[in-house]
């Protein structure tokens, strides 16, 4: 199972917002609704945000959505704040019944 | 509130074996369905395997890069899952999380455990 793919890096000044894509194949993001997105501030564990593509979990901001279409998924942050600093990856279910991980994007608040 | 502690991690040869422990608190151990995660250190994220609740058959999958060697089980009694790894191998090397797996995805993390594999 191939990793999912994302893009390095995407960078904003505050207030702005960043979109994040998070692409895999009809096997995995396009076949389920079951993507996840994940936030890892540098040195911490990662931290869960967004699940079953679009839900937040309470005490999550709602500057985070997410979003599919087709095998893209995405997570927009809006409205971006210094403490959104962090790398951020998405995970997917897939027909294998595993989990398979994005590869990862770095997001900078410029 | 929810936590997760992981433990067991070390420095292991090439070959050797190590078993990581999980105790978890703050729900309902045997209703929920467990996950291991990895991260090679300053890289991302990979999904190592899981195991479901008993009610729903136990079940267990693994990622291809670790079948056969290494085995997820748990102890509901404890409170505890474990991750037994062996043959471990250099690329094996990489902080070891365990997290709560609900809803397709993984809600809670443990802070870790580093492995390390080296000669």
């Known amino acids: 199972q191939s990793a999912l793919t994302q893009p390095p890096s995407v960078s904003g000044s505050p207030g702005q917002s960043v979109t994040i894509s998070c692409t895999g194949t009809s096997s995995d993001v396009g076949g389920y609704n079951r993507v996840s997105w994940y936030q890892q501030p540098p040195g911490t564990a990662p931290k869960f945000i967004i699940y079953e593509v679009t839900n937040r979990p309470s005490g999550v901001p709602d500057r985070f959505s997410g979003s599919k279409s087709g095998n893209t998924a995405s997570l927009t942050i809006s409205g971006l704040q210094a403490e959104d600093e962090a790398d951020y990856y998405c995970?997917?279910?897939?027909?294998?019944?595993?989990?398979?991980f994005g590869t990862g994007t770095r997001v900078t608040v410029l | 509130e929810v936590q997760i502690v992981e433990s067991g991690g070390g420095l292991v040869k090439p070959g050797g074996s190590l078993r990581l422990s999980c105790a978890a608190s703050g729900f309902t151990f045997s209703d929920a369905w467990m996950s291991w995660v990895r991260q090679t250190p300053g890289k991302g994220l990979e999904w190592v395997g899981r195991?479901?609740?008993?009610?729903?058959?136990?079940?267990?999958d693994y990622a291809a890069p670790v079948k056969g060697r290494f085995t997820i089980s748990r102890d509901d009694s404890r409170f505890t899952l474990y991750l037994q790894m062996s043959s471990l191998q250099t690329e094996d090397t990489a902080i070891y999380y365990c997290?709560?797996?609900?809803?397709?995805?993984?809600?809670?993390w443990g802070q870790g455990t580093l492995v390390t594999v080296s000669s």
């Open positions: 997290t709560l797996d609900s809803n397709y995805a993984l809600f809670a």
């Open positions: 195991i479901k609740r008993k009610i729903d058959g136990g079940t267990i």
């Open positions: 995970s997917s279910y897939t027909s294998t019944s595993t989990y398979v």
